[in-house]
């Protein structure tokens, strides 16, 4: 089992910068991928950013390309999402989540390839 919880959410203006972080529990932690999603009411979770276990790899949904970064820091379990220049569409609540690497079909930005889940971290960027 593994318990997340996100925090660094908040209300900013366009152009503005926010730092989500995501603590997790357990001691296998470095194992995991991780990954950002985000959703607004009455869309599916979207993907976001992923990482790999060891930190090497990253991908990123092509709309948040170039301006947020996702990293962690597995000795103190957290993953982090860095957002700049962020943009009134960018709002929505975000979810970190965990991919535990079991034989699975679905793709990396296909949210039923997540196993657990935070509770999530409202982000309102105003214009």
């Known amino acids: 089992q593994v318990q997340l919880v996100e925090s660094g959410g908040g209300l900013v203006q366009a152009g503005d910068s926010l730092r989500l972080s995501c603590a997790a529990s357990?001691?296998?932690?470095?194992?995991?991928?991780l990954a950002w999603f985000r959703q607004v009411p009455g869309n599916e979770r979207e993907f976001v950013a992923r990482?790999?276990?060891?930190?090497?790899?990253?991908n990123y949904a092509d709309s948040v390309k170039g301006r947020f970064t996702i990293s962690r820091d597995n000795a103190k379990n957290t993953v982090y999402l860095q957002m700049n220049s962020l943009r009134p569409e960018d709002t929505a609540v975000y979810y970190c989540?965990?991919?535990?690497?079991?034989?699975?079909?679905?793709?990396?930005?296909?949210?039923?390839?997540?196993?657990?889940w935070g509770q999530g971290s409202q982000v309102t960027v105003s214009s």
């Open positions: 989540a965990v991919d535990i690497a079991k034989l699975t079909s679905y793709s990396i930005v296909n949210l039923r390839r997540y196993d657990y």
């Open positions: 357990g001691r296998t932690f470095s194992s995991y991928a």
């Open positions: 990482i790999s276990s060891s930190g090497t790899s990253t």
